[in-house]
């Protein structure tokens, strides 16, 4: 029927099969702000949750992506980059990488969705990242 696939291997490419989908499953929380991929979470961390959600992040190796909602604490620039930050300690602080400012100023409100990686104790970095105006 399979021709080439001793039938050692191809069990043993069903089992691996098998035991990847339920990591897919287990990945993310439907209530919380993060998802395989792309995707943006129906309900993003804030700054009062976010330190209980990156303590809970997923452990999967492939791409995450978080979504925050909350006021940017500072907007800078270096012609290339936008670096704009979501959270003021003590909580934990969002680096948004993204490519423009789009005018936004430290007290607007705004969604980010990126692509997840914690850089320190109490930081976290999403790059790539989009952010708009609530």
Do not use: H, K
Request: glycine share 8%; proline share 7%; aromatic share 6%.
């Amino acid at each position: 029927m399979f021709r080439g696939f001793a039938p050692t291997a191809l069990a043993l490419a069903l089992l691996l099969a098998a035991a990847t989908e339920p990591l897919a499953q287990e990945c993310c929380d439907p209530a919380g702000p993060f998802r395989l991929g792309e995707g943006y979470a129906d309900q993003p961390a804030t700054c009062e949750t976010i330190g209980d959600w990156v303590e809970r992040a997923p452990q999967v190796d492939a791409r995450v992506t978080m979504s925050v909602r909350g006021a940017l604490s500072a907007v800078d620039s270096d012609g290339a980059l936008a670096y704009l930050v979501m959270c003021a300690e003590p909580d934990v602080r969002v680096l948004c990488v993204t490519y423009s400012t789009n005018d936004m100023q430290p007290g607007d409100v705004v969604l980010f969705a990126g692509g997840y990686s914690r850089v320190g104790e109490e930081q976290v970095m999403l790059d790539p990242c989009l952010a708009s105006r609530e």
